[in-house]
């Protein structure tokens, strides 16, 4: 899924085509990452931790907790 956006276009040939202004990049880019990151919140909201709490001890939700685990001792 693509935001339309002003300050891009997009065609088959030539692929996507950005304008010169910083601005408008700059909103376009956020604009994708918040629609990014919205979808990955929803399907862990979603998905991930329904599953988490009625199978705490699947091997997949053992995965996620330790790399969960592994990124936030990474970011202090």
Not at 10 to 36: H, M, T, W
Not at 49 to 68: F, Y
Request: aromatic share 8%.
């Amino acid at each position: 899924m693509r935001i339309p956006h002003a300050g891009s276009s997009y065609n088959g040939e030539d692929r996507y085509k950005f304008c010169s202004d910083p601005g408008e990049l700059q909103a376009y880019e956020v604009a994708v990452i918040r629609e990014k990151l919205t979808g990955i919140h929803r399907f862990i909201a979603g998905v991930v931790v329904p599953h988490a709490a009625l199978q705490p001890k699947d091997r997949w939700i053992k995965h996620l907790n330790t790399r969960s685990a592994r990124s936030s001792s990474h970011s202090r």
